[in-house]
C-alpha cells in the first residue's frame, strides 16, 4: 500500500500549487480521499476531503472558496488546487485513504507560501 503526494514547493503568496497524491497496492477508487496538514508546533488538521464516487467534497472553513479537492479513479490519484495561496497555509500536506477500519496515509509534501 502506497500513496505519495507530489506538486509541493515554495510559491509566494497569492500564488497557486497543485498537489497530487497517487495510489497504489489497494483499491483506492473505493476510498474516501482526503488531504490534511500539518504546520510546525500545531496539530495535523483536515484540508479536505471527497466520497469515493467523487459526489460530496468537504472543506475546513480556512480553505473554502481558494481550494479544490478532486479525483481520478482511472489514474488511483486525488488532487488539491491550491489557489489564493497565504503563508498560513505553510505546512506538510499529506494525503489520506479510508475506508471502513483500513486507514492509509502518505508520507507528505511540504508547502510553504512565503515572500
Known amino acids: 500500500v502506497r500513496l505519495v503526494e507530489s506538486g509541493g514547493g515554495v510559491v509566494q503568496p497569492g500564488g497557486s500549487l497543485t498537489l497530487s497524491c497517487a495510489a497504489s497496492?489497494?483499491?483506492?477508487?473505493?476510498?474516501?480521499l482526503g488531504w490534511f496538514r500539518q504546520a510546525p508546533g500545531k496539530e495535523r488538521e483536515l484540508v479536505a476531503t471527497?466520497?469515493?464516487?467523487?459526489?460530496?467534497?468537504n472543506y475546513a472553513d480556512s480553505v473554502k472558496g481558494r481550494f479544490t479537492i478532486s479525483r481520478d479513479n482511472a489514474k488511483n490519484t486525488v488532487y488539491l488546487q491550491m489557489n489564493s495561496l497565504k503563508p498560513d497555509d505553510t505546512a506538510v500536506y499529506s494525503c489520506?485513504?479510508?475506508?471502513?477500519?483500513?486507514?492509509?496515509w502518505g508520507q507528505g509534501t511540504q508547502v510553504t507560501v512565503s515572500s
Open positions: 471527497i466520497t469515493s464516487a467523487g459526489g460530496i467534497t
Open positions: 489520506n485513504a479510508n475506508r471502513w477500519v483500513n486507514d492509509y
Open positions: 497496492g489497494f483499491a483506492s477508487g473505493s476510498y474516501h
